[in-house]
């Protein structure tokens, strides 16, 4: 039994990377704050996906050629728009900012979540 691709460590693990490709969005939502025409992504909630993978399987794709379903991957979410700029923009730093916060609070959360996980592991196979 691998206990890095299945149960809690592989729930963890799974998270931790949603993180970080939420991350990446945030990040370039930001870096786009002045580009004309712009509109804020944010990740589909990790909530969603593993609705998503409870209620049918990921289809697997092996050719170049196979099209991926609607939804399969991580391609995010237009964010809803507060305020828009004169030059199209709906980028605001302060949603931004706080989702990023939120992000950051997640990833804290969830990497003490893996390190309990595995002093746990630790503890049951006698290693201090």
Request: aromatic share 4%; glycine share 8%.
């Amino acid at each position: 039994m691998d206990l890095m691709r299945s149960g809690p460590m592989a729930l963890v693990e799974q998270r931790l990377h949603w993180l970080d490709g939420r991350q990446r969005m945030l990040a370039a939502n930001i870096a786009n704050a002045d580009t004309p025409g712009y509109r804020a992504r944010d990740a589909v909630p990790f909530a969603e996906i593993l609705a998503r993978r409870v209620a049918r399987p990921a289809m697997a794709t092996t050719d170049a050629r196979h099209v991926m379903p609607a939804g399969g991957a991580n391609r995010g979410l237009v964010a809803a728009v507060s305020e828009r700029t004169p030059n199209g923009n709906a980028v605001s730093i302060d949603e931004q900012a706080i989702r990023i916060a939120e992000n950051d609070q997640s990833h804290a959360m969830t990497m003490g979540l893996h390190r309990k996980y595995l002093a746990l592991f630790r503890t049951a196979l006698g290693r201090p």
